[in-house]
């Protein structure tokens, strides 16, 4: 998607989103929770929920 500047002018005949500056679509996320970092209950020593058998410090951790 191309993200340049617009310039608004007299023939300037297309809606714009002022407030969000961008336009809504089908992938837009406001009004969804924010994403959630699933690993954030993991401790350093626990074995790494990936499934490696690795303490998390040492694989996903590092």
Known sequence: ?????????PDCNHDHDHEHHHVHGPHCSHGQEPVRNPLKDVGRNDPCPCGSQKKYKKCHGA
């Open 1 to 9: 998607m191309n993200h340049e500047a617009h310039v608004h002018g």
